[in-house]
């Protein structure tokens, strides 16, 4: 069956502008899960959602980032004012249910360059 | 807090010969430990998970991880290493006494097998 998607693959922007990330997780997925990667570094927790609700958004850096999944199933990640330092691969994943014996498994990610 | 140690960022084998990628962890309670690997310009794949039982724990591709309580370690092994096998290794941990948190990744290891 079909994985996590994301779009778009690549994104370049100008600082001080709006960006919006898509995914799409696996059908019947639950739980949907948001990290950014750094270069060199490994993925770090952004917010998820159980359902249409963001049951943890702690790892959101500021409030220009906000995140949506109004119907339960794709999510957008929303990044305001973007800055030279928001440039990373935003991953998405999903899992069946929020349980801790669910691996999640990710998209491809969007590699975002604010220049 | 949680936390994910990978010691080496690059680890370099001949093919055909065992390789072993290190990990340590921390948690305050249980832990629920992962290894995922990540291609270029792919979305990291789940490899195995150890949440209790057995403390050898076998996954995809031939690998396999080492649970050790002792020394809080959660090493990846495998026996005759492939070329195909080079990529980018990360362990993760989560708390199974937490609650729904987060993965915690470490900042990954670059595995790199010759011919």
């Known amino acids: 069956g079909a994985g996590v998607s994301q779009t778009p693959s690549n994104k370049v922007t100008e600082k001080g502008k709006y960006v919006e990330l898509r995914c799409d997780p696996i059908s019947g997925h639950t739980a949907l899960y948001w990290y950014r990667q750094s270069l060199g570094q490994g993925p770090e927790f952004l917010i998820y959602?159980?359902?249409?609700?963001?049951?943890?958004d702690s790892g959101l850096p500021n409030d220009r980032f906000f995140a949506v999944r109004p119907e339960g199933s794709v999510s957008t990640l929303k990044i305001q004012r973007t800055e030279r330092g928001d440039s990373a691969v935003y991953l998405c994943?999903?899992?069946?249910?929020?349980?801790?014996?669910?691996?999640?498994?990710f998209g491809p990610g969007t590699r975002l360059t604010v220049l | 807090a949680q936390s994910v140690a990978q010691p080496e960022d690059q680890v370099n084998v001949a093919e055909g010969n065992p390789l072993t990628v290190k990990c340590t962890y921390s948690v305050s309670g249980n832990p629920y430990l992962f290894w995922y690997v990540q291609y270029p310009n792919r979305g990291l794949q789940f490899l195995l998970k150890?949440?209790?039982?057995?403390?050898l724990v076998k996954g995809s591709y031939g690998f396999e991880a080492e649970f050790n309580k002792s020394q809080t370690s959660f090493h990846l092994k495998k026996p005759s290493a492939l070329v195909s096998d080079s990529a980018l290794y990360f362990c993760?941990?989560?708390?199974?006494?937490?609650?729904?948190?987060?993965?915690?990744f470490g900042k990954g290891t670059r595995l790199s097998v010759i011919a």
């Open positions: 959602f159980q359902g249409t609700g963001a049951a943890d």
């Open positions: 993760a941990v989560r708390d199974l006494n937490s609650g729904n948190t987060p993965l915690v």
């Open positions: 994943a999903s899992s069946s249910s929020v349980s801790s014996y669910n691996e999640q498994f």
């Open positions: 150890y949440i209790t039982g057995d403390n």
